[in-house]
């Protein structure tokens, strides 16, 4: 079946200027994530989306960094006023969720958007 | 919050000879402890997993151990080939409820030579 997808593959933008990272999940799964990996470094949790509970925002860098997702789909991830520092492979992973079946934790992941703030 | 150390950070071996790579975790609420292979340019792919309540598994060439008392858990890769060679990275989580989010080790660059 379809695995995790994201979009765009690379993403080049100028400093100050806002992009929207889009991540769609496995179908039927419920959880939601979005990592950064900087590189040469291990990856980074961001925000974490469970069905419809209020999502956790706590590994979120800065009040630049937003999520969204629409029920139990697609993922928009925006960074405004984008930094040099904000250079890096944003990553989606999604997961069954809350469901007891085994496995339900593991969490599979897109291919990442590589982003670049000249 | 849970804090993963892994070691080494690269790793050369021969073909055909074994592979160790070994993280701790600081949390003993930790109970879900996944392995990724990341190949260049590509997203991190699951390659094995263990939950607290079992001490080992094996997967072919792949084994992972777990000692939940002394809070380390460990990647054996036997009998190893060049296709082998990737970025390996642990993670530890709670698997679920509000930290269902993974913390990730930095990552060990395995180097198979032919």
């Known amino acids: 079946g379809a695995g995790v997808s994201q979009s765009p593959s690379n993403k080049v933008t100028e400093k100050g200027k806002d992009v929207e990272l889009r991540c769609d999940p496995i179908?039927?799964?419920?959880?939601l994530y979005w990592y950064r990996q900087r590189l040469g470094q291990g990856l980074e949790f961001l925000i974490y989306?469970?069905?419809?509970?209020?999502?956790?925002k706590s590994g979120l860098p800065s009040d630049r960094f937003s999520a969204e997702r629409t029920g139990e789909s697609v993922s928009t991830l925006t960074i405004q006023r984008t930094q040099q520092e904000d250079s890096a492979v944003y990553l989606c992973?999604?997961?069954?969720?809350?469901?007891?079946?085994?496995?339900?934790?593991?969490?599979?992941f897109g291919p990442g958007t590589r982003l670049l703030v000249l | 919050g849970e804090n993963v150390e892994q070691h080494p950070s690269t790793l050369s071996v021969q073909e055909g000879d074994s592979a160790v790579i070994k993280c701790t975790y600081s949390?003993?609420?930790?109970?879900?402890f996944p392995w990724y292979k990341q190949e260049l340019g590509k997203g991190p792919q699951l390659i094995i997993d263990?939950?607290?309540?079992?001490g080992e598994k094996k997967d072919q060439r792949i084994a992972v151990t777990l000692n939940k008392t002394a809070k380390h858990f460990s990647l054996h890769i036997t009998e190893t080939q060049p296709e082998d060679s990737a970025v390996y990275f642990c993670?530890?989580?709670?698997?679920?409820?509000?930290?269902?989010?993974?913390?990730f080790g930095k990552g060990t660059k395995l180097s198979v030579k032919p």
């Open positions: 992973a999604s997961s069954l969720g809350w469901s007891r079946t085994p496995g339900a934790e593991t969490q599979y």
């Open positions: 989306f469970q069905g419809n509970s209020a999502p956790d």
């Open positions: 993670a530890a989580s709670m698997g679920g409820g509000s930290q269902g989010n993974l913390i």
């Open positions: 179908s039927g799964h419920t959880a």
């Open positions: 949390d003993s609420a930790s109970n879900y």
């Open positions: 263990i939950r607290s309540n079992v």
